[in-house]
Nanobody, 124 residues
């Protein structure tokens, strides 16, 4: 069982930055693919970014060049650096984990472990 705890959300103005953190329990963090999803009111939960156990990354097109996902295996932590934030980035951001397999996991249903979510609000 893996427990995930996110932090770093909040209220920021358009153009501002936030860094989300997600700390995982357990001693096999480096064998997990980690992802950030977001869900805005009335919308589905969508993948924002994902980083594999071998540090290969994937990004939603809308956040490329603005967001950066990274991981520190020594700290069991995955980060999401969000720059140039826009009002449409407003959502609950959740961290997710799954054991790394051959194929990358890009759908929410692929992930077994989830954090509680953290609210990100970007004011115009």
């Amino acid at each position: 069982q893996v427990q995930l705890v996110e932090s770093g959300g909040g209220l920021v103005q358009t153009g501002g930055s936030l860094r989300l953190s997600c700390v995982a329990s357990g001693r096999t963090f480096n064998t997990y693919d980690m992802a950030w999803f977001r869900q805005a009111p009335g919308k589905e939960r969508d993948l924002v970014a994902m980083i594999r156990s071998r540090n290969i990354t994937y990004y939603e097109e809308a956040v490329k060049d603005r967001f950066t996902i990274s991981r520190d295996n020594a700290k069991n932590t995955v980060y999401l650096q969000m720059n140039s934030l826009k009002p449409e980035d407003t959502a609950v951001y959740s961290c997710a984990a799954k054991l790394s397999m051959v194929a990358p996991a890009l759908r929410a249903n692929d992930y077994k472990f989830w954090g509680q979510g953290t609210q990100v609000t970007v004011s115009s």
